[in-house]
């Protein structure tokens, strides 16, 4: 079992930059596949990125793709979100989550930082 910490949120300017940190505690980090979802009230989670255990293998979610950058720090049991170029509609609470392999969605999640862009 793994557990998450998110921090990094808070208030920003559209344009502006944030970046989320994911703090892991377990004996395993390094054999998850670390994701980012993010979601708003009265809608589905979004999801917004993911990372190998490896960090070989990356994806984004289309409404994040070139604004976005995940990584991971094995040692150090972090996986980080640096968002750039942000708009409102980037505002959401973000999550922090790890699954024992890519395509099972066996997820456990962090209790989630709130990320707002102003206009």
């Known amino acids: 079992q793994v557990h998450l910490e998110e921090s990094g949120g808070g208030l920003v300017q559209a344009g502006g930059s944030l970046r989320l940190s994911c703090a892991a505690s377990?004996?395993?980090?390094?054999?998850?596949?670390m994701g980012w979802s993010r979601q708003v009230p009265g809608k589905e989670r979004e999801f917004v990125a993911r990372?190998?255990?490896?960090?070989?293998?990356?994806s984004y979610g289309d409404s994040v793709k070139g604004r976005f950058t995940i990584s991971r720090d094995n040692a150090k049991a972090t996986v980080d979100l640096e968002m750039n170029s942000l708009k409102p509609e980037d505002t959401a609470v973000y999550y922090c989550?790890?699954?024992?392999?890519?395509?099972?969605?066996?997820?456990?999640w962090g209790q989630g930082t709130q990320v707002t862009v102003t206009s």
């Open positions: 990372i190998s255990a490896s960090g070989g293998i990356i």
């Open positions: 989550s790890a699954r024992t392999t890519w395509s099972r969605s066996d997820d456990y």
């Open positions: 377990g004996r395993t980090f390094s054999s998850y596949v």
